[in-house]
């Protein structure tokens, strides 16, 4: 689970109050905020304002930072099919001097599935579908199929 929608409050207060508006992940001095090389560093959930259709906000970093996120993996195996799957569902609500103007909701699912063949004398076999649906990237969807076959000696 991750939570960054409340970030102190929607308001500043002066003095030795609590502070609000903490705009995580953004930086007034440091225009490319917590990123290395154009992407955020810790999580995912947060992008960069390239990566997505929604107003800039500023030339800050993100413009997507009040995220509610549940995110679940599984892992088991099946007659020698070893799969797994991670599932994440987001609420995503803009930045608080730049709100999007609606909340814009977001899935995201993986699921692969790897088996161990004796093709090509001893050879990893796997499978991967991926989904991206939702109103805050582009629906896609993505199918990977694959055969690794170890060259050591």
């Known amino acids: 689970m991750l939570y960054t929608k409340s ?3 929607s308001e500043i207060i002066d003095g030795n109050q609590i502070r609000g508006k903490d705009d995580y992940f ?3 001095q440091v225009r490319d905020g917590w990123s290395y090389y154009g992407r955020g560093i810790d999580t995912p959930f947060i992008t960069a304002t390239s990566e997505n ?10 413009n997507n930072n009040r995220v509610w996120v549940a995110h679940v993996g599984m892992k088991g ?3 020698g099919i070893v799969w797994t799957t991670k599932l994440s ?3 995503n609500q803009g930045t608080y001097d730049q709100p999007l103007p609606v909340k814009v909701y977001q899935f995201s699912g993986l699921l692969t599935a790897t088996k161990q063949t004796s093709l090509l004398g ?21 199918l990977m199929l694959s055969i690794k076959k170890d060259l050591s000696f």
């Open 7 to 9: 970030q102190g409050g």
């Open 122 to 142: 001893g050879s990893t076999l796997q499978a991967a579908l991926s989904v991206d649906q939702g109103k805050l990237f582009d629906n896609a969807a993505g």
């Open 26 to 28: 953004n930086n007034g």
């Open 77 to 79: 195996s099946l007659e």
């Open 89 to 91: 569902f987001s609420s």
């Open 53 to 62: 259709n929604w107003p800039r906000y500023a030339d800050f970093f993100t």
